[in-house]
């Protein structure tokens, strides 16, 4: 049984830092892509990073180009974001994800076949 758990969410003031964290078991990992996506109040799920496992080749949503960074730890097999210089803007819940499909479709909420539960980031201003 495949499981994704998110956690490091939390209200900071905007210009502050979090650091999320994806604990992925049940599987090897190897092979897959895992991404972060975010949803904010009405408004619909929206990619903001993943890596691929192998090879560790990233993609960022243009919006935390340069704020966010992407990595993982193949051993603990857990996926990390570390999100820097936030704005009120990022205020979402935040879900982490794991695809097979090509790396092409990373950005693509619809092409990950697993999800975790989710974890909230609060941005104050």
């Known amino acids: 049984q495949v499981q994704l758990v998110e956690s490091g969410g939390g209200l900071v003031q905007a210009g502050g830092s979090l650091r999320l964290s994806c604990a992925a078991s049940g599987r090897t990992f190897s092979s897959y892509t895992m991404g972060w996506f975010r949803q904010a109040p009405g408004k619909e799920r929206e990619f903001v990073a993943a890596i691929r496992w192998s090879g560790g080749s990233t993609y960022y949503a243009d919006s935390v180009k340069g704020r966010f960074t992407i990595s993982g730890d193949n051993a603990n097999n857990t996926v990390y974001l570390q999100m820097n210089s936030l704005k009120s803007e990022d205020t979402a819940v935040y879900y982490c994800?794991?695809?097979?499909?090509?790396?092409?479709?990373?950005?693509?909420?619809?092409?990950?076949?697993?999800w975790g539960q989710g974890t909230q980031v609060t941005v104050s201003s």
């Open positions: 994800g794991a695809s097979t499909s090509s790396f092409y479709y990373t950005h693509m909420s619809r092409s990950y076949d697993y």
